[in-house]
């Protein structure tokens, strides 16, 4: 690591659970976030900045003007633009590693794909159809997974990690399939909630990489801004997972 590389790093250098090699496993690791909305613009940003060493950003969709209030990577001049390219000028040296874009809508053999060259994927998408996408692909390819979601005030955020499957995955939080797809465009979303869980997520997925303190492995972290409560809820293996589980003969 060379000086400039330590300096940059010190904040993180200092902290002794982290220390040098913490940060080495940043700079040398891969990660993937899926979405680029309220949540993936901030966990985009503390990512670059920690010095990820390859960071691959995958949306398809282009910036509209209701994004603005909450995905701070863009402003009015993004508008009709691709979030990916708005994000890649916004992040342009702020970090260290590479930025990569995947300027397409993921899914089957391209998801599976781009899951299995990250080290770990940060779930930042906006509905369940993608998640439970996401989370097969994560599981299949034994990827730890950092899922987090918002609508409204309330957020909730999890660690699916491969190391710890007794804990169940993501798709074992929903027995019932649920194709109900309430987005934060029908439904509201106070802006700075994205934030907050954006933050929340790039912890997460830093404190995974770097193989330090306690992820939410298994529980899964649940925030309303209401009343400014959070809790956790521990989270078991669904013995029926049509994802995680050896199903019944
Ligand atoms: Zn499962």
């Known amino acids: 690591m060379d000086d400039n590389t330590l300096l940059r790093h010190s904040g993180h250098i200092l902290l002794p ?3 040098i090699v913490g940060v080495q496993r940043l700079t040398t690791a891969r990660v993937l976030v899926i979405g680029l909305g309220g949540l993936g613009s901030v966990v985009a940003v503390y990512l670059a900045r920690s010095g990820i060493g390859e960071l691959s950003l995958a949306d398809h969709d282009v910036v509209s003007l209701s994004n603005l209030p909450r995905q701070i990577l863009y402003k009015e001049d993004s508008v009709g633009l691709f979030k990916t390219h708005v994000a890649e ?10 930025i990569r874009l995947v300027s397409e809508r993921l899914a089957g053999a391209r998801l599976r794909e781009e899951v299995a060259r ?5 779930d930042a998408s906006d509905n369940f159809a993608t998640r439970f996408a996401v989370n097969e692909a994560c ?9 987090a ?11 699916v990690d491969p190391a710890q499957a007794d804990a ?7 027995p019932e399939t649920d194709d109900t797809n309430e987005a934060c465009s029908e ?12 933050t929340l997520q790039a912890t997460e997925a830093i404190k995974v990489i770097a193989g330090i303190c306690a992820p939410l492995t298994r529980e899964l972290l649940l925030f309303d801004a209401q009343d400014m409560s959070s809790h956790k809820i521990r989270r078991h293996r669904d013995p029926l997972c049509p994802v995680c589980a050896k199903r019944p003969s």
Do not use: T
């Not at 000028?89 to 590479?98: K, P």
């Not at 990250?118 to 940060?122: G, K, M, N, S, T």
């Not at 979601?149 to 955020?157: D, E, F, N, P, S």
């Not at 979303?189 to 954006?198: D, M, N």
């Open 168 to 174: 169940g995955c993501y798709r074992c939080l929903y």
């Open 149 to 159: 979601a918002v609508i409204r005030l309330v957020g909730q955020i999890l660690v």
């Open 118 to 122: 990250a080290d770990l994927v940060c």
């Open 17 to 19: 659970e982290m220390g």
């Open 187 to 198: 439904s509201g979303i106070l802006a700075p909630v994205a934030g907050v869980l954006g």
């Open 89 to 98: 000028e916004m992040l342009r040296g702020v970090g260290s590693g590479a």
């Open 139 to 147: 599981v299949m390819h034994g990827r730890p997974l950092v899922s």
